[in-house]
C-alpha cells in the first residue's frame, strides 16, 4: 500500500488551560476558594490580594524608623488589574509621600503594638489564656483523684481512665483490664474492682459505667443522697421503682411500652410517669460535657433580599476576593521588554505569570457572575418559598434553571453544590432548592421539599398519646390532595429524623 498525505477538515472539543481552570473555579466552596488562592499567590508573586486584614505595605521612613503604609485596599488606584476587569494607570509618587497617613501609626507605636519576643512569649502563657482553656474529661478525672488514693490505687484508676470513651464509658471488661496490667504488678481482680468503683465515685456522677443501665443507676442513687436537689422532694417510693426499671426494664422504656411496662413492674400511670419523669432528668452520657463543641459555621455566599417587592438575589461581599495584579512588578518587566540585552527565556517566564495572573482574576469574576445569575434564577422560581417558607417549595430540576441561565446542566450541578444562599427561613445549600415531584389530584405537582415540610407540620401538631402513624399521615396527605404511599411517607419521615410512631408515644 502506497502511503500518501491527506488533509481532513474535522470539529473537537478541547478544553483550553483557562477554561479548565474556570472549571475547577466553579464547583469550589468558599473555603476551597481561599485555599486555591493562597497557593496560587505562594506559586505567582505577581498576584496580591486586597482584602487581606493583615496585608500592610511596611516602608522604612527617611528617619529610619518603621511605618506603617496604606491598607492594599485602598491602593485600587494605583492597580493594573482588578477583579471587576478594570485597568487604571499607575500614579507616581508625590512630594510628601514618605509621610504618614493622617490616622497611620508611626514606627514606635508599630513596634509597640507588636511587641518585642520576650513580651509575646510571656503574652502566649499568660493567665488569660490558660485560665480559658478547657479541660479534657481525662484530665478532668486525673485531677480528682490526685489527693485522693495512694499511688497503687491511683495508677489503676488512670489505667481505667485511658479506657473511657467520649461518652464516659468503660468498654473493656475488668478480666480484660487486668491482662493488660504487667505480671509483675501483681494487680488482684479486687484491687481492679475497687479502681472502678473509686473511678465512679468521681464527677460527673455516671462516669466509668459499663453499659446506660449502671451509669443512669448510679446517678439515681447519687440524686438520692443529695437532699438539697430538687429531686428531695420525690418520694422515695419512685426512686425505687425508677431504679427497677432502668436496672431490668430499660429496653422496654426506650421502645416506649408503657402498657406492657405498666403491668410488669404493677404500678399506676402516675407513678410511671413520675418514674419516667425522673429517668429523663439523667444523662445517659456524662462525658460529652467535656468534648470539643466548637460549631462548624458556615458563611453564605448568597443573600435574598426583597428590594421593591421582588425577592432579589445578591453576592456576599465578604467571601468575594479582591485581586490585582502587582503593579511594581508589572512596571519591571515593562522596562525590561525594552532592555536590548534582557534574557528572553526570564523575560516569557515573567509575561506568562501575568498572563496566569489575569485568567485567574478573570476566572474568579465570571465565576461569581455564574452563581448569581443560578441563584436570582433559582429565586425567580421558588418565590414562594421565600414568603411563606418550605411548604410553598415547587418542583424544580436542574434543566429548569440550565434552560434559564443557558448554561449545561453540569455547570448548573457544579455551581450548586458546596454554595449557600441566606434566606428569611436560614442558610441552605442551592441544592435544597432542587426536587423531586409528587402527583396531586388536581393533576399537578407538588414538591418533595413542601410534602417534608407538612409532614413534620402535622406531626408537629398531633397529640403524643396518640401520634399518627404512617399510614394515617399518607391519608391526610391525600385528603389535602397530595397522593403518597405509606412507605413514601415513613421515607420523608426518616429524612427528616422523626421516630416511628412508637417512639412518638408518651404517657
Given at each position: 500500500m502506497k502511503p500518501s498525505l491527506q488533509f481532513r477538515v474535522s470539529q473537537h472539543l478541547a478544553l483550553t488551560p483557562q477554561l479548565?481552570?474556570?472549571?475547577?473555579?466553579?464547583?469550589?466552596?468558599?473555603?476551597?476558594?481561599?485555599?486555591?488562592?493562597?497557593?496560587?499567590?505562594?506559586?505567582?508573586?505577581?498576584?496580591?490580594?486586597?482584602?487581606?486584614?493583615?496585608?500592610?505595605?511596611?516602608?522604612?521612613?527617611?528617619?529610619?524608623?518603621?511605618?506603617?503604609?496604606?491598607?492594599?485596599?485602598?491602593?485600587?488606584?494605583a492597580t493594573g488589574d482588578s477583579l471587576n476587569g478594570h485597568d487604571a494607570p499607575a500614579q507616581s509618587d508625590a512630594p510628601g509621600a514618605a509621610d504618614d497617613p493622617p490616622g497611620m501609626l508611626d514606627g514606635n507605636s508599630l513596634i509597640e503594638w507588636r511587641g518585642t519576643g520576650e513580651a509575646a512569649e510571656e503574652d502566649e502563657t499568660s493567665p488569660l489564656n490558660w485560665a480559658g482553656t478547657r479541660l479534657s474529661l481525662r484530665e478532668h478525672l486525673r485531677a480528682q483523684i490526685a489527693c485522693q488514693a495512694s499511688s497503687r490505687d491511683r495508677a489503676l484508676v488512670e489505667l481505667l481512665i485511658e479506657a473511657l470513651d467520649e461518652d464516659g464509658y468503660l468498654h473493656p471488661t475488668l478480666e480484660e483490664m487486668l491482662a493488660v496490667c504487667p505480671e509483675e504488678a501483681a494487680v488482684e481482680p479486687e484491687e481492679l474492682l475497687t479502681a472502678l468503683r473509686l473511678l465512679q465515685s468521681l464527677e460527673p456522677t455516671g462516669i466509668g459505667a459499663r453499659d446506660a443501665a449502671e451509669c443512669l443507676l448510679l446517678q439515681l442513687q447519687a440524686l438520692q443522697r443529695t437532699p438539697d436537689t430538687g429531686a428531695a422532694q420525690v418520694p422515695a417510693a419512685i426512686f425505687t421503682l425508677a431504679g427497677r426499671i432502668v436496672a431490668e426494664h430499660l429496653p422496654l422504656l426506650a421502645a416506649r411500652e408503657f402498657s406492657k411496662l405498666r403491668k410488669i413492674v404493677d404500678c399506676t400511670d402516675e407513678e410511671l410517669r413520675a418514674a419516667h419523669r425522673l429517668i429523663r432528668t439523667l444523662n445517659p452520657r456524662p462525658g460529652t460535657a467535656f468534648a470539643d463543641t466548637r460549631a462548624d459555621y458556615i458563611v453564605a455566599d448568597v443573600f435574598v433580599r426583597k428590594v421593591k417587592g421582588r425577592w432579589t438575589a445578591l453576592l456576599n461581599p465578604d467571601v468575594m476576593p479582591r485581586l490585582r495584579v502587582n503593579q511594581s512588578f508589572a512596571d519591571v518587566l515593562k522596562k525590561d521588554r525594552t532592555k536590548q540585552n534582557a534574557d528572553p527565556a526570564e523575560r516569557g517566564k515573567w509575561t506568562t505569570r501575568v498572563q496566569e495572573a489575569r485568567w485567574l482574576i478573570r476566572n474568579i469574576q465570571q465565576r461569581f457572575e455564574t452563581i448569581l445569575r443560578v441563584s436570582q434564577a433559582i429565586v425567580d422560581r421558588q418565590h414562594n418559598f421565600f414568603t411563606h417558607g418550605a411548604i410553598a417549595m415547587r418542583p424544580l430540576v436542574l434543566r429548569e434553571i440550565a434552560d434559564t441561565?443557558?448554561?449545561?446542566?453540569?455547570?448548573?450541578?457544579?455551581?450548586?453544590?458546596?454554595?449557600?444562599?441566606?434566606?428569611?427561613?436560614?442558610?441552605?445549600?442551592?441544592?435544597?432548592?432542587?426536587?423531586?415531584?409528587?402527583?396531586?389530584?388536581?393533576?399537578?405537582?407538588?414538591?418533595?421539599?413542601a410534602i417534608r415540610a407538612l409532614i413534620k407540620q402535622l406531626i408537629g401538631a398531633e397529640d403524643n398519646r396518640n401520634p399518627l402513624s404512617d399510614s394515617k399521615l399518607a391519608e391526610l396527605l391525600g385528603e389535602q390532595g397530595i397522593v403518597v404511599a405509606r412507605r413514601t411517607v415513613a421515607k420523608y419521615r426518616e429524612a427528616i429524623k422523626i421516630p416511628a410512631v412508637a417512639l412518638r408515644k408518651s404517657l
Open positions: 479548565q481552570q474556570s472549571i475547577r473555579l466553579l464547583q469550589l466552596s468558599t473555603l476551597e476558594l481561599n485555599q486555591e488562592l493562597e497557593q496560587a499567590m505562594a506559586d505567582n508573586p505577581l498576584l496580591e490580594r486586597d482584602d487581606d486584614p493583615l496585608a500592610l505595605a511596611m516602608r522604612v521612613k527617611p528617619d529610619g524608623s518603621i511605618a506603617a503604609d496604606v491598607p492594599l485596599s485602598t491602593q485600587e488606584s441561565v443557558e448554561l449545561h446542566e453540569s455547570t448548573i450541578s457544579r455551581v450548586t453544590s458546596h454554595k449557600y444562599m441566606a434566606t428569611p427561613y436560614g442558610i441552605f445549600e442551592l441544592k435544597y432548592f432542587f426536587g423531586s415531584h409528587v402527583a396531586t389530584e388536581t393533576g399537578g405537582a407538588a414538591s418533595s421539599t
